[in-house]
């Protein structure tokens, strides 16, 4: 695990509306496949990032986006927002099926001793340099309680 604090994140981004699950994953595919088509996915940085607690919002109202890092501005024909700036503890796992789960079901050990912030979403981050090598990162929120690293723009 690594301290990184996000500032100025800004994505290009696609939204699903509805139960989290299998709709998550065909978005990123639909999202892959139009970075492709653009001649964008070689290079990317991909974001998946479930908006709502599933504990506390109904399945038929779950947001999930699928977004690319894009600079400031940048057009790239889809909407786009800013990431909450911040603190972020990295975890670079596996990104097999069996990896992703590990992690998930480990979330409360890992995360045990860090200032997790509960009002911000955590983000699943896919960056095609790493993904290549089978892995991805999950980018904890934490609270700015004192705590530094190197920033990522």
């Known amino acids: 695990m690594k301290i990184e604090v996000f500032h100025q994140v800004t994505i290009a981004y696609m939204r699903q509306v509805g139960p989290y699950g299998a709709e998550n994953k065909n978005l990123m595919e639909k999202m892959k496949a139009y970075l492709k088509e653009k ?66 079901n480990q979330f409360e050990t890992l995360t045990a001793s860090l200032p997790v912030a509960p009002t911000k979403p955590v983000i699943e981050r896919y960056d095609a340099k790493k993904v290549a090598n089978h892995r991805c990162e999950f980018c904890i929120p934490l609270q700015e309680v004192g705590i530094e690293g190197p920033k990522k723009n």
Do not use: C
């Open 39 to 104: 001649g964008r996915l070689e290079n990317s940085v991909i974001l998946g990032i479930p908006l709502d607690d599933p504990f506390l919002m109904e399945p038929k109202r779950q947001r999930y986006e699928v977004g690319l890092v894009i600079k400031e501005n940048e057009e790239t024909g889809l909407p786009s927002r800013a990431i909450a700036d911040g603190p972020y503890a990295i975890f670079e796992v596996p990104h097999t099926v069996f990896g992703v789960t590990t992690f998930w």
